[in-house]
């Protein structure tokens, strides 16, 4: 449960930081670090309006959304703690808990009945598949580096103590981050400001929520930039370290983090729309790269 209540505390600074960096290197004043929590809350006040082409699956989508991401974190570790609940191949249901809640938040999307809506949750879903590879290809690369299959015990078993396990870690820290940007519509396959309905993702899924349940898909986002946060945190923190030593450098790591997504949305173009399937599939392919030297490696085949 540690995980949570730290999942928790980083999605409430997590987007402040992002905006604060993004206006500090335009030059602009910019908002405060708790300006996005506040405008959550603003909304949380409101009450909900539904369009009468909509049923309950797009009442609910917002619900479960928010729902599955908790779960979700409630399963991962916290480096040198154990997590809620673990067994073998933990990291299956993991992947499927988001992806749960993100075909919720994709038919509700399309229970709206605008056009508009639609291609953008036919986008949405097809970057999420073809990322899943990549997510699986990562975690079979720690397993076998480990020879582990739960979370808690991959974790706990991987050090940075050789050639093979620095680039298995490198490579998974950068396809975590890319992999984190794209299950949250962030550059460079698309851009949370824009504002043109051909070219949005996530931003045109959510345009007939309001109120309420438009908090709950923010404050979700939030989170789930938490959870990849975590999973990061878990590769990069020594479990031999102290307690307060692996808090102060979880939240160290959530910081530049944050920073990391906010110097990249400032100096990133957003690629063009064709583009972005290539760019996700690449992913994949960075991380059969790492599996397969690992696995030569791990046999003495290279040196």
Request: glycine residues 8%; hydrophobic residues 55%.
């Amino acid at each position: 449960m540690i995980a949570l209540l730290l999942a928790i505390i980083t999605a409430l600074f997590f987007p402040g930081i992002i905006v604060r960096v993004k206006s500090i290197v335009s030059g602009r004043k910019g908002p405060g670090i708790l300006q996005p929590w506040k405008n959550i809350f603003v909304l949380l006040r409101k009450g909900s309006v539904f369009s009468t082409t909509t049923s309950y699956i797009f009442q609910i989508a917002p619900v479960i959304y928010l729902a599955t991401l908790i779960c979700a974190i409630i399963l991962l570790p916290f480096p040198g703690m154990p997590s809620g609940f673990r067994f073998g191949a933990d990291f299956v249901l993991l992947a499927y808990l988001l992806a749960i809640g993100k075909f919720f938040f994709i038919i509700g999307a399309m229970d709206t009945g605008s056009s508009f809506e639609g291609m953008g949750a036919n986008r949405e879903a097809l970057y999420s598949m073809l990322a899943e590879p990549a997510f699986f290809i990562l975690f079979g690369t720690l397993a076998l580096l480990t020879g582990h299959l739960s979370m808690q015990s991959i974790f706990e078993h991987f050090h940075f103590s050789g050639y093979n396990t620095l680039i298995a870690g490198m490579i998974a820290v950068y396809v975590l981050i890319q992999i984190a940007m794209i299950e949250n519509s962030r550059m460079p396959v698309d851009d949370p400001k824009t504002h043109l309905e051909l070219t949005m993702i996530h931003e045109v899924m959510i345009l007939d929520h309001s109120g309420f349940d438009l908090a709950l898909i923010q404050i979700g986002t939030n989170l789930k930039f938490a959870l990849y946060g975590i999973l990061i945190a878990n590769i990069l923190i020594p479990v031999s370290w102290s307690l307060p030593y692996r808090i102060g450098l979880f939240f160290g790591i959530q910081a530049a983090f944050a920073a990391s997504i906010g110097l990249m949305e400032s100096f990133r173009a957003r690629k063009k729309m064709m583009k972005n399937p290539q760019f996700i599939v690449t992913l994949s392919s960075i991380a059969l790269v790492g599996f397969i030297l690992s696995l030569l490696m791990m046999y003495q085949l290279i040196r």
